[in-house]
């Protein structure tokens, strides 16, 4: 089995999340329409969708969005297994007829507490997880959800972090495939500004390493949880 991976921005790909579903017995084929890649038009075992620093609606900055929001929708629609994160999770609020909006608050950055819904019990992904950590780093937020979504995880200051779009189909607003390495690639890069905006690197970089034990220990169960989702049916 393998899972179409769309890759939005160098830096942002699918990082534990490939370890964990190959060890699962499922294969990610990365597709990285950033470099001139094409974006498929079917995703014919799974799907996943990850971040960037683009907006779900910047076509022109992202020119392959729209053939991305078009390959999230067929595979909601047919039933492949699909998983949005960050502004994967945007994207496929936008493509399922929900709203997309920068956030109110301003950035959320650094390792906050995602805290499960009623609805995540029964969830194929998410049942059995209480509170736990989860690693942020988005400005844009998803302020309505699409008609049938089941919210699934809330947050403070957004409270829209998680849903399932029928049977087979997450978002989720947080990244459960970024290692603390990778946390602390993206402070790096991004030092300047999040200085400016009022953010303490190190101390962000210390939450996300104080936090990894948890991290792994959630996110891996629900990339196991994908994986079996994928193989099964």
């Not at 996943?48 to 053939?67: F, H, K, M, Q, T």
């Not at 994967?88 to 109110?104: K, S």
């Not at 029964?122 to 950590?133: H, Q």
């Amino acid at each position: 089995m393998r899972i179409t991976v769309v890759e939005n921005e160098a830096g942002a790909g699918p990082g534990l999340f490939a370890e964990w579903l190959a060890e699962a017995g499922v294969d990610c084929e990365v597709v990285r329409p950033h470099r001139g890649e094409p974006v498929p038009d079917r995703a014919e075992d799974g799907l996943i969708v990850l971040g960037g620093s683009a907006a779900a609606w910047e076509d022109e900055r992202c020119p392959w969005l729209p053939a991305t929001r078009a390959l999230i929708r067929d595979s909601v629609e047919t039933g492949v297994p699909t998983l949005g994160i960050c502004l994967g999770a945007q994207l496929m609020t936008l493509a399922c007829g929900g709203v997309v909006e920068r956030g109110e608050h301003g950035l959320e950055v650094g390792v906050k507490e995602v805290v499960p819904l009623p609805a995540a019990e029964e969830d194929r992904l998410f049942s059995g997880l209480g509170p736990v950590p989860a690693v942020q780093y988005h400005g844009d937020a998803m302020t309505r959800l699409p008609e049938g979504a089941v919210p699934l995880a809330t947050g403070d200051p957004y409270p829209n972090q998680a849903y399932r779009l029928g049977e087979r189909a997450w978002a989720v607003q947080f990244h459960p495939e970024a290692s603390v390495e990778i946390f602390t690639e993206w402070t790096r890069d991004s030092a300047d500004n999040l200085t400016a905006l009022g953010h303490s690197v190190e101390e962000l970089n210390a939450g996300a390493k104080e936090a990894e034990e948890g991290l792994i220990g959630a996110w891996r169960t629900v990339a196991e949880r994908f994986a079996a989702v994928v193989t099964n049916g």
